[in-house]
């Protein structure tokens, strides 16, 4: 039977396929999704993240294509960054989130999030 997901030939791409390189990491990220109404907020974990996104653990269950806002935590910064997202992907628990809709302050601080986590790789 053929898999009518329209992402799932996004899972089956290589490290090598990839637009951008990923960088393991600990982030703490609150997260933001529409539920019933009303915004439901909770807290978890960005483990890797990339220039057009990142790969996010947290307690509630989302699916492909919905949108989130993201408040991430950057080892440099007093204050958060605001992202917008949307799930792209699922993986044993862990959501991968595509960046949408970024300003260049919000771009250039991901940038420079890589870029500084490159040197420690």
């Given at each position: 039977?053929?898999?009518?997901?329209?992402?799932?030939?996004?899972r089956?791409?290589?490290?090598?396929?990839?637009?951008?390189?990923?960088?393991?990491?600990?982030?703490?990220?609150?997260?933001?999704?529409w539920?019933?109404?009303?915004f439901?907020?909770?807290?978890?974990?960005?483990?890797?993240?990339c220039e057009?996104?990142?790969?996010l653990?947290?307690p509630?269950?989302?699916?492909?294509?919905?949108?989130?806002?993201?408040?991430?935590r950057?080892?440099?910064?007093?204050?958060?960054?605001?992202?917008?997202?949307?799930v792209?992907?699922?993986k044993?628990?862990?959501?991968?989130?595509?960046?949408?809709?970024?300003?260049?302050?919000?771009?250039?601080?991901?940038i420079?999030?890589?870029?500084?986590?490159?040197?420690?790789?």
């Amino acid at each position: 039977m053929p898999n009518l997901n329209p992402f799932a030939a996004l899972r089956s791409y290589s490290e090598k396929d990839r637009r951008w390189r990923r960088y393991k990491v600990d982030l703490s990220v609150r997260m933001k999704a529409w539920r019933g109404g009303a915004f439901q907020t909770v807290e978890g974990h960005g483990s890797d993240v990339c220039e057009g996104g990142l790969a996010l653990a947290v307690p509630t269950d989302l699916q492909v294509g919905e949108s989130v806002t993201l408040e991430v935590r950057l080892p440099y910064s007093e204050h958060p960054l605001m992202l917008s997202g949307a799930v792209r992907n699922v993986k044993a628990g862990t959501y991968g989130i595509e960046f949408v809709g970024l300003g260049e302050q919000q771009r250039q601080a991901i940038i420079r999030l890589c870029e500084s986590l490159q040197k420690t790789q």
